[in-house]
């Protein structure tokens, strides 16, 4: 939609009326307003650098939907049970350095709202909660991937504020036959100073740092119900994580490069503190190359700031959406 300056803007023609009824932008943009019905919450927006295109988020209090868009509504989550697990073809290809039978077509990506739920995450200074930062950044990709790679379906392993335990999210990745799965997060250290944007494979930490980012995330597992089946891991899972990751450690360290680049681009002033490889739990068990991005640090009460912002959340999205498309065109000669 269009957004005329000093004035009013219509409800876009034939759209849902209960959306907003006016929208008004001051002469010098600096202020957009909207009278809104009592279905949406929240309304924010972000303009690209160049001023040609402006993105409105509203938030609504339901999910909606738009019939008259031909649009139903936000696709339904996958029901976080069963398990592909014990899938004796996917075991088989595994020990024999295969990958996944599944890995063909590039055409289901998982994405992966770090924390939930009980789980916060780690908190910025001001009080910024991960989890809800991490989920904002999913939404935007998951809409992103739509729009970019129409093809493929996009699953979350949570959509709302809801714990979803370690083990269950590669699970998920796993049930729906994923090509990929992407964890999303923000880091954190005592270190107020330290910021920027990094990408993490699995494998065992190679520095203390890494070490370090990899203990912090894992400390999420305490949080589990020890009676959710979900938040078990089967024998046989156990075993194949680590077979399993060595088959896609090269698709899985090239894509971790690909995000780094993207987000370079997108941040140009951060600091990029490059591919890292660490033990992350919530990587183990994937069938499929996994990274884990961390996207600002929100214990530096700038990058805090970053993160709190509309325009970050969305280049962190777009940077994630890019590598996405670009690993996707490329796979095949990765190996
Ligand atoms: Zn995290």
Same mark, same amino acid.
């Given at each position: ?8 803007? *219509? ?30 919450t ?17 938030r609504?209090a339901?999910p ?13 989550e ?5 398990? %592909? ?18 890995? *063909? ?8 709202p770090g924390h939930g739920g009980r789980d916060p995450g ?7 909660l991960e989890k809800d930062r991490t989920l904002e /950044?999913a939404l935007? !990709? ?9 093809? #493929?379906? #996009? #699953?979350l392993t949570r959509s709302d504020d809801s714990y979803v335990?370690?083990?269950? =999210?590669?699970? /998920?990745?796993?049930?729906?036959? !994923? ?44 949080l ?80 805090? !700031? ?10 962190? !999205? =777009? %940077? /994630? #959406? ?11 000669? /990765?190996?």
């Amino acid at each position: 939609m269009d957004i005329a300056c000093g004035a009013p803007v *219509e409800s876009v023609e034939g759209s849902a009326p209960y959306w907003v009824d006016s929208l008004w932008v001051s002469d010098d943009r600096t202020v957009l307003s909207c009278l809104a019905a009592p279905r949406v919450t929240a309304v924010d927006y972000a303009t690209s650098p160049d001023g040609s295109v402006t993105l409105v988020m509203l938030r609504a209090a339901d999910p909606l939907s738009f019939p008259e868009l031909g649009w139903a509504g936000p696709p339904v989550e996958p029901e976080a049970a069963g398990s %592909a697990y014990s899938d004796s073809s996917i075991a088989q290809a595994l020990s024999q350095g295969e990958p996944s039978p599944w890995l *063909e077509d590039f055409d289901v990506v998982v994405l992966d709202p770090g924390h939930g739920g009980r789980d916060p995450g780690a908190v910025g200074p001001r009080g910024t909660l991960e989890k809800d930062r991490t989920l904002e /950044i999913a939404l935007l !990709a998951r809409d992103l991937l739509a729009l970019r790679m129409p093809n #493929v379906r #996009v #699953v979350l392993t949570r959509s709302d504020d809801s714990y979803v335990p370690l083990a269950a =999210r590669t699970r /998920i990745a796993n049930r729906e036959q !994923a090509d990929l799965f992407v964890s999303i997060h923000c880091n954190a250290a005592v270190r107020r100073e330290a910021g920027g944007f990094e990408t993490f494979f699995l494998s065992l930490a190679r520095t203390d740092d890494a070490r370090a980012v990899s203990a912090m995330e894992n400390a999420a597992a305490e949080l589990d119900d020890p009676s959710d089946p979900m938040a078990q891991g089967d024998a046989l899972s156990f075993l194949l994580a680590d077979m399993s990751q060595s088959v896609f450690l090269h698709q899985s360290s090239a894509l971790a490069s690909i995000v780094q680049q993207n987000l370079s681009r997108e941040w140009p002033d951060g600091c990029d503190r490059g591919v890292k490889q660490a033990g992350f739990y919530v990587l183990r068990g994937a069938f499929m190359p996994s990274i884990l991005v961390e996207t600002a640090f929100i214990s530096n009460p700038r990058e805090e !700031a970053l993160l709190e912002s509309l325009d970050f959340r969305f280049r962190a !999205a =777009r %940077a /994630i #959406v890019a590598a996405i498309e670009e690993f996707a065109m490329g796979r095949g000669s /990765i190996r």
